[in-house]
């Protein structure tokens, strides 16, 4: 079997290490990982290379391209979506020049490997935006092609991104005598707001969630910014991992989109509080709602439709709710602030 060479930006971040625990135990690759900051030791002891550096360096990811044949390309890299309300313009040059960089690395790839190079996109549920809450609550189950009318940078950030790796595997120099065919196979997926046990995002405004378990468990007092009725959906890291994977891994021919949307469970925060505080009786959270981050949740949808990842990959969640909590978040979390005493 020969060994496929998978290269990842934001290796760091939260996606970034659930992804690498899960490719490394599978066995058969070499991982060469990409991040800003130094990858953290359990992280870095998985990969083949790691490379601290940034993906505005073009000349970094030429030369990296010199040195590897890159199968696939996960460009986990991004700034989140209140970072990016409060750093726009980089926000902007990150997200979007950031995975131009990416995506031209992948053609380069491609015209060197002569084949196709799978380059796989975790989008958002922030390209969509709803224009009020009795929208949102009358919207329900939100379809791919629906309210693509984000109001974050972040949102914008990244239904630009989707459309760019479109016209990579469609359009790219379609004015070329002989324009270049098949060079990207582009798979990106909307995730919900991601929850970890491992690890907590920055900068995010689903962040409430993770932050309300990890603080729970570490026994600390935490302010909720958002109302107890807020809604919009959510998924366990391990299953985030699972959808790449499997989308990754689906046959071409059976794909009807490029962009899918997946979807697991959708509690409001006060559901969210109530299985933690089960677990945690002594948790103390007061709900403070910050109308500014209010806002961008509630421009995000209650529920995703997500029957075309369902038909096609057979997408399916190993986590409902009450499991998500249950069999994985709460005890891995106890562990976790047990170990190191927090
Ligand atoms: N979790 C992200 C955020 O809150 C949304 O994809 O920015």
Same mark, same amino acid.
């Given at each position: 079997?020969?060994?496929?060479?998978i290269?990842?930006?934001?290796?760091?971040?939260e996606?970034?290490?659930?992804?690498?625990?899960?490719?490394?135990?599978?066995?058969?690759?070499?991982?060469?990982?990409?991040?800003?900051?130094p990858l953290?030791?359990?992280?870095?002891l998985?990969?083949?290379r790691?490379?601290t550096?940034?993906i505005l360096?073009s000349?970094?990811?030429?030369?990296l391209?010199t040195?590897?044949n890159f199968?696939a390309?996960?460009?986990l890299?991004a700034?989140l979506?209140t970072r990016?309300?409060?750093?726009?313009?980089?926000a902007?040059?990150?997200?979007v020049?950031?995975s131009?960089?990416?995506?031209?690395i992948?053609?380069?790839?491609?015209?060197?490997?002569?084949?196709e190079?799978?380059?796989?996109?975790?989008s958002?549920?922030?390209?969509y935006?709803?224009?009020?809450?009795?929208t949102?609550?009358?919207a329900?189950?939100?379809r791919e092609?629906?309210?693509?009318?984000?109001r974050?940078m972040y949102?914008i950030n990244?239904l630009?991104t989707?459309?760019?790796g479109?016209?990579y595997?469609?359009?790219?120099?379609?004015?070329? !005598?002989e324009? /270049?065919k098949?060079?990207?196979? @582009? =798979?990106?997926?909307?995730f919900?707001?991601?929850? %970890?046990?491992?690890t907590l995002?920055?900068g995010?405004t689903s962040d409430y969630?993770p932050?309300m378990?990890?603080?729970?468990?570490k026994k600390?007092?935490?302010a909720?910014?958002?109302?107890?009725?807020?809604c919009?959906p959510?998924?366990a890291?391990?299953?985030?991992i699972?959808?790449?994977?499997?989308?990754?891994?689906?046959?071409?021919?059976?794909?009807?989109?490029m962009i899918?949307?997946?979807? !697991?469970?959708? /509690?409001?925060?006060a559901?969210v @509080? =109530?299985?933690?505080q089960?677990?945690?009786?002594? %948790?103390?959270?007061t709900?403070e709602?910050?109308?500014?981050?209010q806002?961008i949740?509630?421009?995000w949808?209650a529920?995703?439709d997500?029957?075309?990842?369902r038909?096609?990959?057979?997408w399916?969640?190993k986590?409902?709710?009450e499991?998500?909590?249950?069999?994985y978040?709460?005890?891995?979390?106890?562990e976790?602030?047990?170990?190191?005493?927090?």
């Open positions: 079997m020969s060994i496929k060479t290269l990842i930006t934001g290796a760091n971040g996606i970034g290490h659930g992804l690498i625990e899960q490719l490394s135990e599978q066995g058969g690759m070499h991982i060469v990982a990409m991040d800003m900051v953290d030791e359990t992280v870095r998985r990969c083949h790691v490379v550096g940034d360096d000349h970094l990811l030429e030369t391209s040195e590897h199968d390309i996960y460009h890299a700034l979506s990016a309300e409060r750093q726009p313009t980089l902007h040059r990150v997200n020049d950031g131009l960089n990416l995506l031209e992948a053609v380069t790839q491609s015209r060197l490997q002569g084949r190079i799978k380059f796989i996109y975790p958002s549920i922030a390209v935006g709803l224009p009020d809450i009795a949102k609550q009358k329900g189950k939100v092609d629906q309210w693509l009318t984000p974050t949102g990244k630009y989707e459309q760019l479109k016209y595997a469609n359009y790219y120099r379609q004015l070329d !005598a324009p /270049p098949g060079q990207i196979d @582009f =798979r990106g997926v909307r919900p707001g991601l929850i %970890s046990a491992a995002p920055t995010g969630a932050e378990l990890h603080m729970a468990a600390k007092p935490y909720c910014f958002v109302r107890e009725d807020t919009i959510f998924m890291m391990p299953d985030a699972s959808a790449l994977l499997n989308l990754q891994s689906a046959p071409l021919e059976k794909l009807s989109r899918y949307n997946v979807g !697991a469970f959708n /509690p409001s925060a559901e @509080f =109530r299985i933690i089960k677990a945690f009786p002594k %948790s103390d959270v709900f709602a910050d109308y500014r981050r806002a949740i509630d421009s949808p529920d995703v997500d029957s075309a990842s038909t096609d990959w057979n399916k969640p986590y409902d709710l499991r998500a909590f249950e069999d978040l709460i005890p891995a979390v106890r976790r602030y047990a170990i190191k005493g927090q």
